[in-house]
């Protein structure tokens, strides 16, 4: 796992443009209208999810057409798995505390 990826998640923008991509490719320049912000400062966003490979950069014409790569998002859900199941297992004990009659 790369420490990239990590980074490049960590920012709102970010997670932002590539919820924008998980139904296709989208132009650069529409997904600059997303936000309240430059289209240089969206391009740079977009140049540190292609380093991390979370996202390619496809040339059609004068345009710049996005797609999401998820596959290293795969690589951070089996990092997290053993956190979920800690929180599983902490909620679970909590319902059943909250069930029990003693509480009630």
Same mark, same amino acid.
């Given at each position: 796992?790369?420490?990239?990826?990590?980074?490049?998640?960590?920012? =709102? +923008? &970010? &997670?932002?443009?590539?919820?924008?991509? &998980?139904?296709? =490719?989208?132009?650069?320049?529409?997904?600059?209208?997303?936000?309240?912000?430059?289209? =240089? /400062?969206?391009?740079?966003?977009?140049? +540190?999810?292609?380093?991390?490979?979370? +996202? #390619?950069?496809?040339?059609?014409?004068?345009?710049r057409y996005?797609?999401?790569? /998820?596959?290293?998002?795969?690589? +951070?859900?089996?990092?997290?798995? =053993?956190?979920? #199941?800690?929180? &599983?297992? #902490?909620?679970?004990?909590?319902?059943?505390?909250?069930?029990?009659?003693?509480?009630?």
């Amino acid at each position: 796992m790369t420490e990239d990826v990590f980074g490049a998640l960590a920012n =709102p +923008v &970010r &997670r932002q443009l590539l919820v924008a991509l &998980r139904d296709g =490719p989208r132009p650069a320049g529409e997904l600059a209208g997303l936000f309240a912000l430059s289209r =240089p /400062a969206v391009s740079e966003h977009l140049a +540190v999810l292609r380093h991390a490979d979370l +996202v #390619r950069e496809e040339p059609r014409g004068r345009h710049r057409y996005y797609h999401l790569a /998820a596959e290293p998002l795969a690589e +951070v859900q089996d990092w997290l798995l =053993p956190f979920e #199941r800690y929180w &599983r297992d #902490r909620l679970t004990a909590l319902k059943n505390v909250a069930e029990s009659e003693d509480f009630l």
